[in-house]
């Protein structure tokens, strides 16, 4: 489904956020990207559905060629869902609006089709109450529901989540990653940047670490957890477990 | 002192006053705001476009506005529409161009130039997340900037861009140099035909001190609500 190859990115002449980076997504893989702060990771993420360029290398989406020129982006973005740490609700509309105006704009389903399929998400998350509501008035972890919601109305082949937690009050983590072990269990293709260890041991089929832009460690979740092969690995996974 | 003043003058002339004068003033402001609102956000857009040579005219224009005062722009205008007409159009003669018109024209494109600052700061005021949220659903550039940029760049600057209002309001009076009767021009020619300068100089005044106030006041109010709502 999703194919990155000796993908490098550089910002500016010298500073090189990813290195030589290689890895793929299955249909229906949960793929889980950890590693440090400042690794590339959601670079990494985000240039999957090219909202961050790079200058080498390819990543195939669904057999489309992400960084071809000839691309029409907007059209192959609509079709994979992305979930931002910072929520990025439209606080100008309304719930139900957030999730109908791609829908209709990009889908170009009639309003009602769109309310229609926006409510039965809305109820899926356990928000329906809320659709009248203006973003600001729901609480962080309702939010970031709101914008899964948001992402699944337009029928997502896949989903990018980068740092869906990171950002919550700790009360608040568990009702989105609940929301998302749901779409795992649903066979949904996900690819994760989190620091949520318990969330990739319960559903993540694979572990990538990187650290530096480069990707360290590329592995099923049960070696991973196991014994991760390389030793940066085995630092940072001994200091965000043994809390 | 005020023995030999008239004060009659103002009630014998504020039909004209008003119906002719006020009326004018604010379908004046109110156009040129509304156009130089309109060309000011494009502006803004070709300034924060990635294109370089597009940003440098659009920063030009802008430069070059605020650079200049404004009466002589609506004088220069005044003359020179009339034979940008006749070479835009190929007609043989100048182009017969109303005082309005003309007047109307200058002041779109002079605060189109302090329109589009306001507009480029408010833009610029959206987290960039925003723009790559609505990318990532596959909104293209100019439907994410007309459903989710501008909307909220805009109610954001409302307060500053009634403001700016507020000012053109008061500047309109500049088109007495045309000889137009706006309110101004009108109270000065009932000034001037009654001999009363003194009474029609001090109601005009307090006309325009009175509607500029209770706009600001009006500005201040919906600041207040729109911080709420944030």
Not at chain 1, 200 to 218: C, L, P, T, Y
Request: glycine share 8%; proline share 4%.
């Amino acid at each position: 489904m999703i194919e990155i190859s000796h993908v490098n990115k550089w910002y500016g002449p010298s500073f090189q956020v990813l290195k030589d980076c290689t890895t793929s997504v299955a249909k229906g893989e949960v793929v889980v990207v950890c590693g440090p702060s400042g690794s590339g990771k959601s670079t990494l993420i985000k240039c999957v559905n090219a909202l961050e360029p790079f200058q080498e290398g390819q990543i195939i989406l669904d057999g489309i060629k992400v960084n071809d020129p000839k691309t029409d982006l907007p059209k192959l973005r609509a079709r994979v869902g992305m979930v931002f740490q910072h929520f990025e609700l439209f606080p100008h509309l309304r719930i139900i609006e957030n999730l109908c105006l791609a829908q209709e704009k990009v889908l170009g389903r009639s309003h009602d089709e769109a309310v229609a399929k926006g409510d039965k998400l809305l109820e899926r998350v356990g928000l329906k109450a809320h659709a009248n509501k203006y973003p600001a008035e729901l609480s962080g972890g309702q939010q970031q529901r709101v914008a899964i919601a948001r992402a699944l109305a337009m029928d997502p082949i896949a989903m990018l989540f980068d740092e869906p937690t990171s950002a919550l009050d700790p009360e608040m983590i568990s009702e989105v990653l609940d929301v998302m072990v749901d779409l795992a269990h649903e066979g949904m293709t996900m690819m994760v940047v989190t620091h949520e260890m318990g969330f990739a041991s319960k559903v993540a089929h694979r572990v990538i670490f990187m650290d530096k832009g480069e990707i360290v460690e590329d592995a099923q979740k049960k070696d991973f957890f196991g014994s991760p092969r390389s030793d940066r690995a085995q630092k940072f996974l001994s200091k965000i477990l043994s809390h | 002192m005020f023995g030999n003043l008239d004060f009659d003058v103002i009630r014998r002339s504020l039909p004209y006053l008003f119906l002719d004068g006020m009326s004018f003033t604010l379908m004046l402001t109110g156009l040129s705001a509304l156009g130089g609102l309109i060309f000011g956000t494009l502006i803004a857009l070709m300034r924060l476009s990635g294109y370089k040579l597009l940003g440098r005219i659009a920063g030009l224009y802008v430069d070059f506005m605020r650079s200049l005062p404004l009466v002589l722009v609506i004088f220069w205008f005044y003359f020179l529409v009339p034979y940008i007409g006749q070479w835009l159009t190929g007609a043989s003669r100048p182009i017969r161009v109303g005082a309005f018109t003309s007047s109307l024209v200058t002041f779109i494109m002079f605060e189109a130039a302090y329109f589009s600052e306001i507009m480029r700061a408010g833009i610029q005021s959206i987290s960039r997340g925003q723009p790559a949220a609505a990318s990532a659903l596959g909104l293209t550039y100019a439907q994410s900037m007309r459903y989710i940029v501008l909307p909220q760049a805009f109610r954001n600057m409302l307060p500053v861009l009634l403001t700016q209002t507020i000012v053109l309001f008061q500047d309109t009076s500049l088109v007495y140099v045309l000889s137009i009767p706006d309110f101004l021009g009108a109270a000065s020619k009932v000034a001037q035909r009654d001999g009363r300068l003194v009474e029609m100089y001090l109601f005009a005044a307090a006309v325009y001190f009175a509607i500029s106030c209770v706009a600001s006041y009006g500005v201040r109010r919906l600041q207040a609500r729109i911080a709420i709502v944030r």
